[in-house]
T-cell receptor, first 115, second 117 residues
């Protein structure tokens, strides 16, 4: 049972465009929703994260929109650049005091930003 | 801050040998570390949760006798792949939790590429 569904699998945008990556979760016990960026051959890097009591969070060019009732959240990248080309993973975490705070990851989205 | 290192970054070993991978939190203490496995163009698969001073908790389907995890200190966890076989070839990534209020952020190491010949 896949608890976090991510879409699309791949995405191509022009420089300056606004790619949007979506994730949906099933377990209402999740209370922490991070996004990670991963370049080939490297470990994932925490990009931005949100808690369910907030509907939107913005850090630089990256914005998370969160819809608790729909159990969905998305990542928006403003003014995308070729250097943003990477694989992006959403995740959802259980409370830290249960289940060791494990994260469940989406399948990833490969983003290509064309010059 | 919140830097996690892994050593080695890549390793090639012969089938039947054992390989040890180290994961260190450089500037914080991590009571919990996680070990993941990632195949090409796939997501991260959690293998086990490592807690300092106690036995690791393995995910269903992960052989605990094959993937030995030791979390001897608050800054070091090791994964030993015993009697490695070609199907164990993969990208192994660790992460460490850095307590941040009530929300535990997770920071990843750079990964270790294991190739078993």
């Amino acid at each position: 049972q896949q608890q976090v569904k991510q879409s699309p699998q791949s995405l191509i945008v022009q420089k300056g465009g606004i790619p949007i990556i979506n994730c949906a979760y099933e377990n209402t016990a999740f209370d922490y929703f991070p996004w990670y960026q991963q370049f080939p051959g490297k470990g994932p890097a925490l990009l931005i994260a949100i808690r369910p009591d907030v509907s939107e969070k913005k850090e630089g060019r990256f914005t998370i929109s969160f819809n608790k009732s729909a159990k969905q959240f998305s990542l928006h990248i403003m003014d995308s650049q070729p250097g943003d080309s990477a694989t992006y993973f959403c995740a959802a975490s259980s409370p830290a005091n249960t289940n060791a705070g494990k994260s469940t990851f989406g399948d990833g989205t490969t983003l290509t930003v064309k010059p | 801050g919140a830097v996690v290192s892994q050593h080695p970054s890549w390793v090639i070993c012969k089938s039947g040998t054992s390989v040890k991978i180290e994961c260190r939190s450089l500037d914080f203490q991590a009571t919990t570390m996680f070990w993941y496995r990632q195949f090409p163009k796939q997501s991260l698969m959690l293998m086990a949760t490592s807690n300092e001073g106690s036995k690791a908790t393995y995910e269903q389907g992960v052989e605990k006798d094959k993937f030995l995890i030791n979390h001897a200190s608050l800054t070091l966890s090791t994964l030993t792949v015993t009697s490695a076989h070609p199907e164990d070839s993969s990208f192994y990534i660790c992460s460490a939790r850095a307590p941040s209020g009530s929300i535990y952020e997770q920071y990843f190491g750079p990964g270790t590429r294991l190739t078993v010949t």
